[in-house]
């Protein structure tokens, strides 16, 4: 497709709230239409929360339905494997699976059909010609390709804005920093540990990265870029423009920031959001904290209805000053509503580590993650490993049993532990909602 104007890749990101509304709704009642009857979960949950979707009426309507989690995703996925009782199309109309970076268990699979890939392909562009890839832009992508859901999309996108694209993948830094000076890349995406890694490596090898051509450095798959100390150190090292993508495996994408830096967009002609309190579940106004929940308004082959992202944003549905009427969430992602913890771009949970430590009866099975300045990096701030308490059982030696459990949870959670093994009833006991990741 053509682009609307020189700086807007579609028409629908300039229009008013009005039309934008009126469009999610009618979007909403086709959306939740099909997915009551396709989807086996929810043609389940409509069904007992009394949802008929030809009632629904206003927007407001859809906080009848329940919220969707994570753990009803996993459940789904026990309850008819390999693909679970979200899909809403047959798997063999399917063409291409993704896979989580998470660690709560398995790796959760996502479907997609050659819908949601054009769809998600669209979005991606159209985000990427905010931030000012254009044709003449060599773009190195520094995401992960292997199972994972990041350096594809970004790759495809790229292509359908015409860039050049390297699809360098993570790792091998040294070559990274040489194909930026050699080949003029423009633009590179990645994590923003991994940028700063690269940045790093680079004044190692006597390399500027100010003095190369990038001119934008996206990043995205953990915190960090809406942290202004994290941004500055980031785009005086790479004397660069830093922009802010957000995502996750089950929402292709969900906000990305333009050149102009004033928040991720939210795609809402996409996904419908909620901003509500964590703890009442109520609407919060534009410009108070709140969970962000979200719902497809088109994806096809897993579709989600009220999912709660645990992710804590503000909203801001005024119309930016450069024409963009979609909400943005100045900030980006401020916190988790969760325990959750992203180490090196992996999603960790603590009910992970509890399956396996619950799982060596060496353990008991007490146990907690501690968080101190111990474990992040000197110049990022970024979490680089997390510290695990645990009490042995037994009277087996604990630097063996240490070791042994830190390679076990290297191997299975993909994040480095530091394992201290205390004498049995060290660690407090509790009866309701034990804390698990404390911070020192």
């Not at 009426?57 to 906080?63: G, S, V």
């Not at 819908?115 to 905010?130: G, K, N, P, T, V």
């Not at 194909?179 to 680079?202: K, L, Q, R, W």
């Not at 009220?306 to 916190?335: E, N, Q, Y």
Request: one cysteine or more; proline letters at 5%; a negative charge.
């Amino acid at each position: 497709m053509m682009p609307f104007s020189d700086t807007i890749w579609d028409e629908c990101e300039t229009w008013p709230r009005e039309r934008l509304e009126a469009f999610q709704l009618t979007a909403l009642r086709t959306q939740l239409a099909r997915v009551g009857q396709n989807s086996d979960y929810y043609r389940e949950v409509f069904k007992q929360a009394g949802f008929d979707p030809a009632e629904l009426k206003t927007l407001d309507d859809i906080r009848r339905l329940p919220f969707t989690y994570k753990t009803d995703y996993v459940k789904g996925l026990e309850a008819k494997p390999p693909f679970g009782s979200f899909a809403a199309v047959d798997p063999v109309d399917a063409v291409r699976v993704h896979f989580s970076s998470g660690t709560t268990g398995k790796p959760t699979p996502v479907l997609w059909t050659n819908a949601d890939i054009e769809r998600w392909a669209h979005l991606y562009a159209r985000y990427l010609y905010a931030q000012g890839v254009r044709k003449n832009d060599v773009f190195q992508c520094m995401f992960n390709y292997a199972w994972f859901v990041g350096g594809l999309g970004f790759t495809l996108a790229a292509q359908k804005v015409g860039a050049i694209v390297i699809p360098s993948s993570s790792g091998d830094t040294e070559r990274q920093v040489e194909t930026i000076f050699e080949y003029g890349t423009t633009y590179v995406v990645g994590t923003p540990s991994f940028m700063a890694h690269i940045a790093e490596t680079a004044q190692k090898m006597g390399r500027d990265l100010a003095k190369s051509k990038v001119k934008t450095v996206a990043v995205g798959g953990e915190p960090g870029a809406g942290v202004p100390g994290t941004r500055e150190r980031i785009e005086r090292l790479w004397g660069a423009k830093m922009v802010d993508c957000y995502g996750a495996l089950e929402f292709q994408p969900i906000a990305f920031e333009t050149t102009a830096q004033n928040g991720p967009t939210l795609a809402e002609d996409f996904v419908y959001a909620e901003v509500l309190h964590p703890d009442t579940h109520e609407p919060v106004s534009d410009g108070e904290r709140g969970v962000l929940i979200l719902t497809h308004l088109d994806k096809q082959a897993c579709p989600l209805v009220r999912w709660w992202t645990g992710d804590v944003v503000v909203k801001d549905s005024r119309p930016a000053a450069d024409g963009r009427t979609h909400a943005r969430l100045p900030g980006g992602v401020l916190g988790r509503a969760d325990d959750m913890l992203i180490i090196r771009g992996v999603n960790l949970f603590p009910s992970a580590v509890e399956n396996i430590v619950r799982a060596m009866p060496q353990f008991t099975n007490e146990y907690v993650l501690v968080i101190d300045d111990s474990l992040k990096d000197s110049n990022t701030g970024f979490l680089t490993g997390v510290k695990l308490r645990v009490e042995l059982a037994d009277g087996s030696d604990s630097e063996t049993q240490a070791q042994q459990l830190a390679a076990v949870l290297r191997d299975r959670l993909q994040v480095r532990f530091h394992v201290e093994v205390l004498t049995p009833g060290t660690l407090p006991r509790t009866v309701h909602k034990a804390k698990r990741v404390i911070y020192e």
